[in-house]
């Protein structure tokens, strides 16, 4: 399957797969698409030794790096030896109560006082390591997950013959994108899991496509190859899922999580501010719905939201209280209740593909 | 183009189109696709006199009637004539005081007093006799708009030798619309205008695909041909579109509504229960912020909501109060920047499937 996509990258299918999770990447990558690594939780230590795996498992296949610079954060002119204390001074005791009380009245376990990470890869100071690590690493791609990448990085990858690709859940957003030097659109719809707008994939993708020159992808809702094959009639010259690689063999995904989602129907997710202080799609549950009732005081801005809550969601992680453990997620994970291997699922994905576009030519005659 | 669908109602084209207008029902029926009026605003008397102007303008081609019968509203077990007064009864006096705050902070000019229809065809009571008078026609489809219709309805037009239909938004309502008799399964994205649910098309279609035998149509982000060979590729045997004909020439859309909707965005849609009591996807102004902000009382359930609005919504859309006017649209109001024919719509839907459905075989190659 060719699209300027897989001419642009070397890869063999347009199939783009977003994973926290190393094996994930790798399996992917081999089995001729592109797995991109999400690096938003970890330090650059974490991150080079992840991608030295990769390296050494990935038979020399293609494979991407995927970062979070946002566009706009609280306290994005601070100093970065400073930045950790002043925005934990931004943050109101009311907010620390409310989850404190929120803990305490589902059994949550009191902290063991080992300090977690507060500050993930998303504010420039912290995600700037994690792309210089990247670049001493043979990928193919750097993506930005939220919003345009500083003009600099975009160079600074192309320096080192490396294509940029950028999140986009508006028009305006793509438009932005191509401006400061982005090679591939990642259109992602509503639907998708984790940071996502309000349009469904449906209605942004031909919007998105005729926006901007360069090639899209779809993403939001991808998880079958009748959806990918919607996606390409779409205008889209490739798929970037994420959600599906959640359940397959190699994830290493949490045995409560992956339960979850497995059981989960389309209606279980909802998009909501309660993770990182910016609209995210995750599984809905008691956590979520307590930031929507009318105690919640309301959730911060990025990045003071997961300060918050970062120590919080590690002893939900680690106590009895699954009611309250939240993840992203996306309206996909209504279809996928089996454990497949990530090379079948490509393998799917490219079949199911086949028969869609196959349908759709014999709906002519 | 062949589809199930097409040899069912001997059409053409898989091309649906929803109208409150006669003239875009006439229009899209004789391009070769079948329009469907929506009896919604219409007394049984309205309805005959259009219904046989549409007999009158069709040249012979199918055409459908659209009703909302709803599984459950309030008041569905009062006596069809004291159902108004015992509704009215059911109004807080506080959702009065609400609405009358809110049109005399936009400085809407007093109701002059003439009674309005306070009640739709969305009651059992109400939508029967549209039914009767739709089946004296010589229609093709009965189609329901809010979950399965009873199943003696079902019955009745199959007996007329009426295809029924029905629009869901979840596979679970599919199946159930199935066991009563549905013919047809409009399978409907959170992104349509109107009533919808919260999963999108993208999502939606494979999964009511899989979990019905009877045919499905994609509904909800449908705008050109791109989309149209999208839902095709979901599994869906036709397509059912209703905003992009708020602004062809012939629909009688007013022009303060239709110079909104051919600027609006993407993004310029919220699906509320401000309009009728059941979340529907409506133009996002003022109105429907009101409803959602800290003074708001909350809605109302169906049909206690419309109720307490209609005569408001009447006022409003004769007064210069334009950020108060609201009226249900999909996501797609973002791409429709021009007016066009009906006629033209419906071509322009064929030649962009075929182009989408040429340009994915040739990425095969």
Redesign the interface.
């Known amino acids: 399957?060719?699209?300027r996509v897989t001419d642009m990258l070397g890869i063999e299918l347009p199939i783009f797969a977003f994973s926290h999770c190393r094996d994930v990447v790798a399996a992917v990558s081999r089995a001729g698409g592109m797995g991109v690594l999400g690096a938003l939780y970890f330090t650059p230590e974490e991150l080079e030794m992840e991608l030295k795996w990769i390296d050494d498992h990935v038979d020399g296949k293609p494979y991407g790096v995927d970062v979070v610079m946002p566009a706009s954060y609280a306290g994005a002119d601070f100093a970065p030896e400073e930045l950790v204390g002043r925005l934990q001074g931004m943050i109101p005791e009311g907010h620390r109560a409310f989850v404190d009380d929120l803990l305490a009245a589902h059994n949550v376990p009191e902290s063991s006082g080992e300090a977690g990470k507060v500050l993930l890869g998303w504010t420039d100071a912290t995600a700037r390591p994690q792309v210089e690590v990247a670049l001493r690493h043979p990928i193919a791609l750097l993506a930005n997950a939220l919003g345009p990448p500083p003009a600099d990085v975009v160079e600074l990858a192309h320096q080192h013959g490396v294509k940029v690709a950028a999140l986009a859940s508006?028009p305006r957003h793509a438009v932005k994108q191509v401006e400061v030097g982005v090679d591939i659109v990642v259109a992602q719809?509503?639907?998708a899991g984790g940071h996502t707008?309000?349009?469904?994939?449906?209605?942004?993708i031909?919007?998105v496509v005729d926006a901007v020159d360069v090639p899209v992808l779809a993403a939001?809702?991808?998880?079958?190859g009748?959806?990918m094959?919607?996606?390409?009639?779409?205008?889209a010259e490739g798929v970037w899922t994420g959600s599906i690689w959640l359940t397959v063999e190699e994830a290493d995904t949490p045995a409560m999580a992956r339960q979850r989602i497995l059981a989960a129907?389309?209606?279980d997710t909802v998009r909501s501010r309660s993770w990182t202080g910016k609209p995210a799609r995750l599984l809905k549950n008691e956590w979520t719905d307590a930031w929507e009732s009318e105690d919640s005081p309301g959730t911060l801005p990025m990045p003071l939201q997961f300060m918050l809550v970062s120590d919080a969601l590690r002893r939900i992680g680690r106590s009895d209280a699954s009611e309250l453990a939240t993840f992203p997620a996306?309206?996909?994970i209504?279809?996928m209740n089996q454990v497949k291997s990530a090379k079948d699922v490509v393998f799917d994905l490219v079949s199911g593909y086949?028969e869609?576009?196959e349908?759709?030519?014999g709906?002519?005659?």
């Open positions: 399957m060719r699209t508006t719809g509503t639907e707008g309000e349009i469904t994939t449906m209605v942004l031909p919007q939001g809702g991808i998880g079958d009748r959806q094959a919607a996606g390409m009639a779409l205008g129907t389309s209606r996306g309206q996909i209504g279809t086949i869609a576009v349908r759709l030519g709906l002519e005659k």
